[in-house]
């Protein structure tokens, strides 16, 4: 059966008309890219296959568009439409961080935090530099490998801080093992950081680290 012929409350693209794309499994977020399906199958059940063989969803997507081209039901079309979609999600959220969000809408900080650090196989530590009214400034990526107080030098985010005349910074790794859960040294390199940028009158807003899921927040903690 064709998707045209399924009743309209099943149909992905109706389905996100009615009840918004949160609605849509991860299968059907895809299904609308691909328009249809290889010959046989419907769009869905094509998606489905894909996730099956090469997902789940974030591994397929941080696949490199030439590797993407090549995998049954994609081609080069659908590969560009959908770096363009994620492209456009990450400027939708630095352009969310642009207009002073970052510390208002705490959740924007990590998500986007997310999109940038999440890909890596291996842990790097970033830094968000704001403005006095907390808009960003400038996101760099300033430390690779273990996070631990021997490998992320307080004295540095602090210089980067200074070089950018910012006023607060955020920061944020990845944990690669996909567990967000901060360890003992997250802890212990929150607070050195605090210490020092605190010494700089610049503020240290949160620390975020990053695994599979949501975002977990120091600050929301209590450990900022």
Same mark, same amino acid.
């Given at each position: 059966?064709?998707?045209?012929?399924?009743?309209?409350?099943?149909?992905p693209r109706e389905k996100l008309l009615a009840r918004g794309a949160a609605s849509l499994s991860?299968?059907?977020?895809?299904?609308?890219?691909?328009?249809?399906?290889?010959?046989?199958?419907?769009?869905?059940?094509?998606?489905?296959?894909?996730?099956?063989?090469?997902?789940?969803?974030?591994?397929?997507?941080?696949?490199?568009?030439?590797?993407?081209?090549?995998?049954?039901?994609?081609?080069?079309?659908?590969?560009?439409?959908?770096?363009?979609?994620?492209?456009?999600?990450?400027?939708?959220?630095?352009?969310?961080?642009?207009?002073?969000?970052?510390?208002?809408?705490?959740?924007?900080?990590?998500?986007?935090?997310?999109?940038?650090?999440?890909h890596h196989g291996h842990e790097v530590f970033a830094a968000l530099f704001l403005d006095t009214?907390?808009?960003?400034?400038?996101?760099?990526?300033?430390?690779?490998?273990?996070?631990?107080?021997?490998?992320?030098?307080?004295?540095?985010?602090?210089?980067?801080?200074?070089?950018?005349?910012?006023?607060?910074?955020?920061?944020?790794?990845?944990?690669?093992?996909?567990?967000?859960?901060?360890? /003992?040294?997250?802890?212990?390199?929150? /607070?050195?950081?605090?210490?020092?940028?605190?010494?700089?009158?610049?503020?240290?807003?949160?620390?975020?680290?990053?695994?599979?899921?949501?975002?977990?927040?120091?600050?929301?903690?209590?450990?900022?």
């Amino acid at each position: 059966m064709r998707i045209r012929d399924w009743p309209p409350p099943e149909r992905p693209r109706e389905k996100l008309l009615a009840r918004g794309a949160a609605s849509l499994s991860d299968a059907e977020l895809l299904a609308i890219f691909l328009g249809s399906g290889l010959r046989g199958r419907d769009a869905v059940a094509t998606a489905r296959d894909l996730l099956a063989r090469h997902g789940p969803l974030r591994a397929l997507l941080e696949r490199p568009p030439s590797a993407l081209a090549g995998l049954p039901g994609l081609g080069p079309a659908r590969v560009c439409a959908l770096a363009a979609a994620l492209e456009l999600g990450n400027r939708h959220l630095a352009g969310t961080l642009e207009r002073g969000d970052a510390f208002s809408d705490p959740g924007a900080a990590g998500r986007y935090f997310a999109l940038r650090l999440r890909h890596h196989g291996h842990e790097v530590f970033a830094a968000l530099f704001l403005d006095t009214r907390n808009r960003a400034i400038a996101f760099e990526e300033l430390f690779r490998g273990t996070v631990d107080s021997s490998e992320v030098h307080p004295r540095e985010v602090a210089r980067r801080a200074m070089a950018h005349n910012a006023a607060a910074v955020i920061v944020g790794h990845n944990h690669p093992s996909g567990n967000p859960e901060p360890s /003992a040294a997250d802890r212990a390199v929150t /607070a050195r950081l605090k210490q020092a940028l605190g010494l700089l009158d610049v503020r240290l807003l949160d620390h975020f680290v990053i695994g599979d899921g949501p975002p977990v927040s120091l600050a929301a903690r209590g450990w900022v």
